[in-house]
């Protein structure tokens, strides 16, 4: 934790995010992701709260919080409403890439606006042909004088619609062997001033069954032109790594939302089995019931457990890529497990999008597969157990 944090502070900010969560998020959740309505004001209420500058150095203006703590923010929010965290969590993974393998130019240009949410960015990775195998990838970046051509397509990309600015994985050396040598990471903007998109610039948002009212999109860059000195680090051959070695605080924050979904349908199943009665009684008080609930419990709890584990390493700085994947693994089965009997307990009512189970439900389905699928976790866990118990 910084040296300006301690475990008051931590309480003091907690406090605060549960106030909002409670104040603002939850009563409007709902209708909004109905509706797949982006949620401007609280984008604006993120602002305030300095959530965009959460994980970002104090020396840059942000509030330089430990994975420890960003964490369980991120599981307080997606208790209530997971696409709100999305706003701040792929905007931070940007952040932090900049922050650990950006230029000091490049961190006192970037840093700053992205910590007050002037710029407001997300990670162009994903593409129709390469999702998990990123060294796939197509996106094309050639050097012409002093600035880079970029041509190719993205898709599922957060924050893109009305974000104002992107990391995007591009190859600079198709030809590179291995591939992962031949590519190179920009930060880019991609809107004007006054908001519209720059030229070559594509987008295109996406209908989804969940994850609603975030903007996730799809890109295509044409022609689009950007400086050389975007170039993170201002060395080509190094974006797979500018990529990958941010996939531990991904994996982490996504994991706090399957936490977070969990412990929201856990806490709906809850109240609703002692409002609802069958056969002259709660529907808690039948063993059926109470099996369900029992087990949801004990699984967000663990949750908790194996995410602060990898976070505390991840704050030591330590390798935690074994601790997070088990963490990402653990938590996203745990929200898409609880979510699923959050809608046994519900029965018939939780069909109706007039409670929020369904939506739960919906989402958690993203979590196994998105930052790694769930079934890759489980070869990077075991390849880590080997390498770490050689014999």
Not at 160 to 181: E, F, H, I, W
């Amino acid at each position: 934790m910084s040296s300006n944090w301690n475990s008051e502070d931590e309480k003091i900010i907690l406090d605060t995010i549960d106030k909002w969560v409670e104040k603002e998020v939850r009563p409007i959740a709902n209708q909004m992701d109905n509706d797949d309505e982006y949620p401007h004001a609280l984008v604006e209420q993120i602002k305030e709260l300095g959530l965009f500058g959460a994980i970002i150095k104090e020396e840059y203006g942000g509030l330089g919080l430990p994975a420890t703590t960003y964490t369980k923010i991120v599981t307080k929010v997606t208790s209530a409403w997971m696409a709100i965290s999305g706003i701040f969590n792929s905007h931070l993974i940007m952040a932090s890439a900049i922050q650990r393998d950006g230029t000091e130019a490049q961190k006192q240009y970037w840093l700053p606006k992205m910590a007050t949410g002037e710029l407001r960015g997300g990670v162009g990775l994903t593409e129709p042909n390469a999702g998990t195998d990123l060294q796939a990838i197509r996106t094309r970046a050639v050097k012409d004088g002093d600035e880079y051509v970029l041509n190719g397509a993205k898709t599922w990309i957060t924050n893109s619609l009305y974000g104002n600015c992107l990391m995007v994985l591009t190859k600079t050396d198709p030809d590179a062997q291995p591939r992962y040598k031949g590519m190179s990471a920009f930060l880019v903007k991609t809107k004007d001033d006054n908001g519209q998109p720059l030229p070559g610039f594509g987008i295109k948002k996406m209908k989804k069954m969940g994850y609603r009212s975030i903007d996730t999109c799809e890109l295509t860059f044409e022609d689009f032109r950007v400086s050389a000195d975007t170039l993170i680090g201002e060395v080509e051959g190094k974006g797979f790594f500018n990529t990958v070695n941010g996939l531990e605080l991904g994996r982490l924050n996504v994991a706090a939302r399957g936490a977070g979904v969990a412990q929201g349908a856990l806490d709906l199943a809850v109240r609703y089995a002692q409002e609802r009665e069958t056969f002259g009684k709660p529907i808690c008080e039948h063993q059926a019931i109470q099996l369900k609930l029992g087990e949801m419990a004990c699984r967000v709890e663990a949750s908790k457990l194996l995410i602060e584990q990898a976070a505390i390493k991840y704050d030591s700085g330590e390798r935690c890529d074994l601790e997070a994947g088990m963490a990402k693994y653990f938590a996203t089965e745990a929200g898409q497990f609880c979510a699923e009997e959050g809608m046994r307990i519900f029965g018939g009512y939780s069909l109706s999008v007039e409670y929020d189970i369904e939506r739960y439900y919906r989402d958690s389905m993203l979590l196994v597969i998105g930052e790694g699928t769930n079934e890759m976790q489980r070869i990077i866990i075991a390849k880590q157990l080997v390498e770490r118990n050689k014999i």
